[in-house]
């Protein structure tokens, strides 16, 4: 058997795979699951802002302020599930490519794919160990991290690449919302215009709320680098925090969570719309 031969029926078993049906529901599901987690997110951002206790103000915080309701801890395992399935989804994307895309455009979804691909692996884990109650939070796994490469040759401008590189991702979101970016992918077949305008409204809002947030937490992680402060290093946690001690860091804090609360309701919205 040729290699080539080896590689077309793997890519067949990909599309199979990639088009069934089961997969399509539990990765509508796990757009749910990502919808509910920042609300979440949202609703600690609130309360940071008004000075109230909180866990973390991250995706950690969120999933074990869900599993700490009633039912909850069963709805975090769905919700690990679900983002599992969105991991995989994704993985299949980034190796079949997506329908209706050509040449570069291809390649560029592709790559936009893997990278959803680590993300939303990263979620899924993350829901998964609260589920099982393990380990410390990710705000303090990021700053152990931050503390070990500081101390290490290198580390300091290892740190500072990576937040560097959060912040790219924050100028992304928010690009990918300003340019409505995310359309192509709805499907909202016979939904009624003003519908549509709506989705596409909440989408943009949300992208750039979400991008806004991940953008502070990446030049707070280069600042924790440049001062040697580790504590700067805990992520989207750190960002929130940080901000609320500011001048008018209430306000604009309250602007993020309603940000991040509208990313969290377009996520709802994509388990019905989004193209999978």
Not at 62 to 76: D, E, N, R, W, Y
Not at 123 to 138: C, H, I, P, R, W
């Amino acid at each position: 058997m040729t290699t080539g031969s080896v590689t077309d029926q793997a890519q067949a078993v990909a599309e199979q795979v990639h088009r069934h049906p089961v997969l399509e529901a539990l990765t509508r599901a796990g757009f749910v699951g990502y919808g509910v987690m920042h609300l979440l997110v949202a609703w600690l951002a609130v309360q940071i802002a008004l000075g109230r206790p909180a866990p973390d103000g991250d995706q950690a915080g969120a999933m074990s302020t869900l599993a700490a309701q009633p039912f909850g801890h069963g709805l975090v395992i769905a919700t690990a599930v679900g983002l599992g399935a969105m991991t995989l989804w994704q993985c299949l994307e980034a190796l079949v490519g997506h329908r209706g895309e050509r040449g570069r455009m291809r390649a560029a979804e592709r790559l936009l794919s893997a990278g959803r691909t680590v993300v939303y692996g990263y979620f899924a884990l993350t829901a998964a160990k609260v589920a099982q109650n393990a380990g410390a939070s990710s705000a303090d796994s990021q700053q152990a991290l931050a503390t070990r490469l500081l101390g290490g040759d290198g580390g300091r401008v290892l740190v500072v690449l990576l937040g560097l590189g959060l912040t790219g991702l924050g100028v992304g979101l928010i690009w990918y919302g300003a340019t409505r970016h995310f359309e192509k992918h709805l499907d909202f077949g016979s939904t009624a215009t003003d519908a549509r305008h709506v989705v596409n409204g909440i989408g943009t809002v949300g992208y750039l709320g979400k991008g806004l947030a991940y953008g502070i937490a990446g030049v707070l992680l280069s600042a924790a680098a440049v001062t040697y402060d580790a504590d700067k290093a805990r992520g989207l946690d750190a960002a929130l925090r940080t901000l609320a001690g500011q001048p008018y860091g209430t306000v604009l804090l309250l602007l993020i969570a309603l940000g991040v609360a509208t990313f969290g309701v377009f996520a709802l919205l994509q388990a019905k719309f989004r193209k999978v």
